[in-house]
């Protein structure tokens, strides 16, 4: 499997990044390991995870799922094989008066990260979503310090708009601070407003590596919910009317035109067309067993010609 450099942090990646959202929630303990696993196995390269992940489960308070990966790191030895991302800024019970992104918590929260992971140096760390309420170059001159201290090796921004990643971008310049090396938003064949246009112009011109979340649009673009009567299939169907209501149906025919053509499944196709996009460096994708990891992995095989690509943009247009 070629690997992909992402963007100018020196970092090179597998055209899929796991995600690692449902390790110690929809995934168990057993489950988790089983699918680091294989995707280990399989060359897969950066895992995906925040600190946050699973706060929103009852009885959680987040870091669950980068203590279930720090776990399979010490059991498996394979620290030296792949790269961790995680992220830093969404806590809920984080509600102090200062911002989610204050120098304080940057320090204290990367170490907490840290100790969960087990590891002595995050790969990639993100801000995982813009803090108005702390200067940016005190956030930027907060990574500085983790990566001068060796604790992360390069810095991302995730749900970033075009004005606030260019003014950050701006003022690394000006200051001589890090420069965020990677991006992390929102981006799916029927959800593209987030990514394509200005903020999509940054990337391409700072060389900044796209790593899109919501790659299947919350399992959309897997096929499975093709009605409202599919939506009880799995904790996520709530958010599905406003797909079916809008373009999704659309794309879904033109993705079951291309899969009759290829032998693909859809959830291939899905993340075919995102790895084919201008700047996309890998989609994120999570797995709960090992069985959908594996057709996951499946995309790298699948060849898109440009006509089917062409006609998946214009679905989704």
Known sequence: ????????????????????????WTADKATSFRILDRFAERGGVMIDTADVYSAWVPGHKGGESESVIGEWLKASGK??????ATKIGMLPWDNTELGKLAPPKIA?????????????????????????DTPQDDVLGAFAKLIDAGKVHSIGAS???????????DLATKHGLPHY???????????????????????????IGVVPFYGLASGFLTGKYRSAADFGKSVRGGRMQAYLDGKGPAVLGVMDEV??????????????????????????????SVEQLDELLGFWDVELSKDQLDRLTVAGA
């Not at 100018?8 to 390790?23: C, D, I, K, R, Y």
């Not at 749900?159 to 971008?169: P, T």
């Open 181 to 207: 090396r990677a991006l992390q938003n929102e981006y799916n064949l029927v959800s593209r407003h987030k990514f394509e246009g200005e903020v999509e112009d940054l990337c391409l011109t700072h060389n």
């Open 259 to 288: 899969a009759a053509e290829t032998g693909a499944t859809l959830a291939q196709i899905a993340l075919a067309w995102l790895a084919a996009q201008d700047g996309v460096t890998a989609p994120i994708a999570s797995a709960t």
């Open 159 to 169: 749900n970033f708009g075009a004005m606030r990643l260019k003014s950050a971008l």
């Open 1 to 24: 499997m070629t690997l992909r450099a992402l963007g100018a942090s020196g970092l090179e990646l597998t055209p899929l990044v796991l995600g690692g959202n449902v390790f110690g």
């Open 79 to 84: 620290r030296d094989k792949v790269l961790i």
């Open 108 to 132: 204290a929260q990367c170490d907490a990260s840290l100790q969960r992971l087990g590891i002595d140096r995050i790969d990639l760390y993100f801000a995982h979503q813009d803090d108005p």
